[in-house]
């Protein structure tokens, strides 16, 4: 582990010992309870909105665009079934959005370590592996991982892409959570760097120049978290009879 | 080894910088041809975008390990 912590320090201008302030697990742990309270508050805030036919609760309609729009970019990258895993998309999407949010108004945010992502991502993954079992079987979901179907000599190749599909799936994890710690650690460590450019002056140069770009990084890395989990699981739970049916809407008219 | 793993990443960065730029380049100028399909184009240009970071961002977490 000590190559990790050597990174701050030597990417940074003045190596103080500022970037390494991660707190523990005990630390960590606060903080997701923190992002679950915050969660739970608005949700059971919004819920209380629910009971007229046009929603005034402003947090009720919030949560209702975020719902079409989760709803949208499930049934567009999985098909008329990617309805039933809108649940799962959604609570990964808020997950990370407030925890990345968390990083703007304190010190610290929960998907900023490794570990939080790497569970996330090893929940994603199992989440697509028992869907997929769910959907064409054991025999079958094991099918997908040895590409098309080859006849005679060719069976030997299809052993091949089975090993090299497995490696790819367990590498699904590494991806997904080193993407999501990469952007949001490096955008902490980015931000130290520049505070302490602007040191001598008195002027925060990080958090006033870089907050905007946070802001975006925070929005798309959680977009893009749960669209690759989405990709995944239309990966694995596709029908045969997905391909008659036409859920990739008409094709624009040219110009 | 700071000089090592500095140029490492700096090297890095532009061969990713390159590859952004030819993603958003590409995306552009499907938006521009076609505005209808700005919204599915977005959502690719995304996940494009997010497979050519994670190369720059293997890059900085490998290269520590293998300066030693």
């Keep these: 582990m000590d190559a990790f912590q050597q990174i701050g320090p030597s990417l940074l201008a003045s190596a ?8 523990s697990m005990t630390g960590l742990a606060a903080y997701i309870a923190f992002v679950l309270i915050i969660l739970f508050a608005l949700m059971s805030y919004a819920k209380k909105g629910l009971g007229v036919r046009v929603f005034k609760n402003p ?3 919030l949560f209702e665009q975020l719902y079409l729009f989760i709803e949208n970019m499930c049934i567009s990258s999985i098909g008329q079934h990617g309805r039933k895993y809108i649940p799962m998309m959604m609570t990964f999407w808020m997950m990370i959005f407030v925890g990345n949010i968390m990083a703007l108004l304190f010190p610290f945010a929960p998907t900023a370590d490794l570990s939080f992502n790497l569970g996330m991502a090893l929940i994603a993954v199992g989440y697509v592996q028992y869907e997929g079992i769910r959907t064409n079987g054991f025999f079958g979901h094991l099918r997908h991982f040895s590409g ?3 006849s005679g000599v060719m069976v030997v190749i299809s052993g091949l892409i089975f090993i090299i599909e497995l490696i790819s799936e367990v590498m699904k994890n590494v991806s997904l959570s080193l993407r999501l710690y990469g952007n949001i650690h490096g955008g902490h460590l ?3 760097a520049m505070n302490n450019l602007g040191n001598k002056i008195y002027i925060p140069l990080g958090a006033l120049v870089l907050l905007p770009i946070k802001v975006l990084t925070c929005v798309v890395q959680a977009l893009i978290f749960t669209m690759l989990t989405c990709v995944y699981l239309s990966l694995v739970t ?3 009879e997905d391909h008659a049916e036409p859920d990739h809407g008409q094709p624009a008219p040219a110009h | 080894m700071g000089t090592g793993l500095g140029l490492g990443v700096g090297v890095a960065a532009l061969g990713v910088g390159i590859g952004l730029g030819l993603i958003g380049n590409g995306a ?4 521009a041809r076609q505005p209808e399909a700005i919204g599915k184009l977005q959502v690719q240009m995304l996940i494009a975008l997010a ?3 994670l190369v720059f961002l293997l ?3 490998v290269a520590p390990f293998l300066i030693k």
Aim: glycine share 6%.
């Design chain 1, 16 to 23: 103080d010992g500022v970037a390494a302030k991660e707190p």
């Design chain 1, 148 to 150: 098309p179907k080859l």
């Design chain 1, 59 to 61: 947090i009720t309609r």
């Design chain 1, 190 to 192: 980015a931000v130290d």
């Design chain 2, 59 to 61: 890059t900085v977490f």
């Design chain 1, 238 to 240: 596709h029908h045969e």
């Design chain 2, 51 to 53: 497979f050519v970071e």
């Design chain 2, 28 to 31: 552009l100028q499907g938006m």
